[in-house]
Structures are given as C-alpha cells and as structure tokens.
C-alpha cells in the first residue's frame, strides 16, 4: 500500500518537477569526416520551451560541457515576433559530438560577430559583413549614375571587428586605412555570385534592389531580404524576392531567392562571378555545382578568391568574356537555394587557390553532412 501511495505521489508532482527544470543538455554529432571549426548551429525554441518552459530569455547561458566555459549564442527571430530558432556557435571534431548546456545564468558580453543594414546616405547601399568578409548589394538610387553596377559586391577586410560604419563614416572605403577595402570591380556583371535569368545564351539583369527588410542582426547570423521591382526576361515578366544570410566564421553567404515570373515552365537562371582580363585561376565542377575563382593580383591590394555553390543540378557551366556562369534552373514562386562568397589573401586566412578551392570541396560536404542536434 505505502508502495502505491508513493507511487501515486510520484504521478502528481511529476508535472511540477518537470515544470522546475533548470538545465537542459544539447548534443551535437558531426558524420563528417571533416572537423566543424566556428560552425553556428540552430535549435528549434519550441523544443527548448518544451524541456525548459520557464527559461528567461534574458537570464540564461549555452555553456560547454567539456570546458564548463560560455560560448555565444543568439535568439534567432526570421522577422516575426516569437523566436524561432537558438544559435550556438561550436567546434565539433570529425566523427565527433559537442555536448553543450542550457541552465540558468548571467550572460557575458560576446563580440558581435556579424552586422547588417541600409545605407541611405550612400545611394540606397545595403552593406553586411562577419568576422571575416563584408559585402554589399546596390539600391534604386544608384540606377542611371556613373557608378551603377549590378551584381554582388565584396568588401575584403583582415580584422574580426566590424568595419562597415566605420568606412561608410571615412568615406574612403577604395583606399586600406589598416582593416581592408573595397577593390572589387562589379560593373556590369553578376559580382560575387549574384543569380538572374539566363534565357537563349543572354544574362538578363534586374534592376538594382528596391525595398529591403531586416530579419535578424547578429551577433552569430544577419538576415535580410531585398525585392526587385518586375523586370523584362525574354519577353517573361520577372520579379525576385532575395532572402540572404550570413554567419560568424563563414566566407559564403546563404541566398535564398524566390523568382515570380509569367511562364509554367521552369525558368532558367545563372550564378555568375565577374572575370577579370588578366589571368586568374578557374575551377569549373559542373558534377558538384561549385564555382570557384582565384582572381590574379591586384598590385599591393592582394588576391580576392570568389566562388559559388548551387544545390540544384547544374546544366553547364562556362567562361564568358567578363564572368564565370553556373547554369541551373528553378519554378515559379518556389525557393532556389545556393552559396556564394568570398576570402581575401591578405587576411592571412586563405592564401592561394589551392586552399581557396578546398575550402569550397569542403563547405559542399559540410552541407551534405549538416550536424546533427538533438535536445536531452
């Protein structure tokens, strides 16, 4: 009877002690055979809220079961009210798991690690970086002016400090005041792996960029989207919702582009990356879909590398006069997902093609074999 009394008990305060929890575990598993280094990870909230419903998002740590020491993380909101999303950043070896902790606790100061935002007092610019690159994308109010470009810019830097404000603040961003520069020539191409239609062998651009919206801002991943205004394609009219992200640690940004368009057949789109007319060093891995460039020297400002990752099936790929073109293609109103960045040698990161290309082979794995996370 005492036996059935406890046990009773045990039923009735269960849902309390569960109500109680204080600290939850996280394990992360990498299949890999490559070792994760700065990797940022995503945790569903719903699933932490559900093991830890009482956790206070303002007083709450991630720490690393084996150093006992906090690592960054960050609330991870898509644009909407709740969040969505906990990102932790962690280094995971091949074959190996992180195990992590939620629990209750005073936070400290992390550095930020990624920013973003418009720059209306440069022509309608829409600037973002991390701890190891920055880009930007070109606005309405650059259209029809001696400067106006079309694709993807890229801002070298060789500091893990955010330097956007700073140069826009200087106002001379093409000259190395000590951080980097901007000496990357867009003109009148794709960039750094920007996407458009590619209908009867012709690259089709938009317009520059029209509305923007900030989705989140660091300190592990920025997200923005971008929308161009309806463009003409071959007599298809076209328009495109851009959704990019980039993370801590990373030299490539994630696009997510949605293209509506006035066809029922698929649509066919290229990711470029703009040539220069000296000789740099190419590779063009149609079976993998990545695209890479060493690009030659530019006098004492360095080597930029550029390069690019679809995860659709690439039709072909090839050398024009001024870009490199990964051909693919995608259906109306439906996300087309891909990859594209970019390293500087002066950073002292990545120094040469070779590892400039291994970099890419590697990041492609890395998203064959995404790590695996799962809440205890």
């Not at 007083?59 to 990102?87: D, M, R, W, Y």
């Not at 002016?145 to 500091?159: C, E, F, I, N, S």
């Amino acid at each position: 009877m005492k036996f059935t009394k406890y046990l009773s008990l045990l039923f009735l305060f269960l849902p309390l002690l569960l109500l109680s929890q204080t600290k939850i575990s996280i394990e992360v598993q990498n299949n890999s055979d490559l070792d994760r280094k700065e990797a940022v990870v995503s945790v569903k909230w719903e699933t932490i809220l559900s093991r830890f419903p009482q956790i206070d998002t303002s007083n709450f740590v991630v720490i690393n079961s084996a150093t006992k020491k906090q690592i960054p993380c960050q609330l991870e909101h898509k644009g909407l009210p709740a969040i969505q999303n906990l990102l932790v950043q962690v280094n995971v070896k091949a074959k190996g798991t992180a195990l992590l902790s939620i629990q209750k606790g005073k936070p400290i100061a992390f550095p930020t690690k990624t920013y973003a935002r418009y720059v209306p007092e440069r022509m309608d610019d829409f600037a973002w970086e991390n701890d190891r690159i920055a880009f930007r994308a070109y606005g309405k109010a650059l259209e029809k002016t001696r400067d106006d470009a079309y694709g993807l810019d890229v801002w070298v830097k060789r500091t893990d400090n955010m330097v956007i404000n700073e140069r826009y603040k200087l106002g001379e961003y093409h000259v190395d005041h000590g951080n980097g520069l901007d000496y990357y020539k867009v003109g009148f191409t794709l960039g750094a792996g920007s996407m458009a239609p590619y209908i009867k062998d012709s690259v089709y651009y938009s317009g520059n960029y029209h509305r923007w919206k900030l989705l989140d801002n660091g300190p592990l991943r920025s997200t923005f989207k971008l929308e161009y205004d309806t463009w003409d394609a071959a007599g298809i009219k076209v328009s495109c919702t851009k959704t990019i992200s980039l993370d801590a640690g990373s030299q490539l940004n994630r696009i997510e582009n949605v293209y509506t368009y006035s066809d029922s057949k698929p649509l066919p789109v290229a990711v470029g990356i703009s040539k220069r007319p000296e000789n740099g060093i190419v590779s063009l891995n149609e079976q993998q879909g990545i695209l890479g460039y060493w690009e030659p020297v530019h006098g004492k400002d360095g080597t930029t590398g550029v390069g690019s990752i679809l995860s659709t099936p690439v039709k072909k790929m090839l050398v024009e006069n001024n870009q490199l073109l990964a051909i693919t293609e995608t259906k109306n109103n439906e996300p087309i997902v891909y990859y594209t960045g970019a390293v500087w040698d002066k950073a002292g990161i990545i120094t040469n093609s070779a590892q400039w290309f291994e970099y890419l082979d590697n990041f492609s794995e890395e998203l064959k074999k995404p790590l695996l996370v799962s809440v205890k």
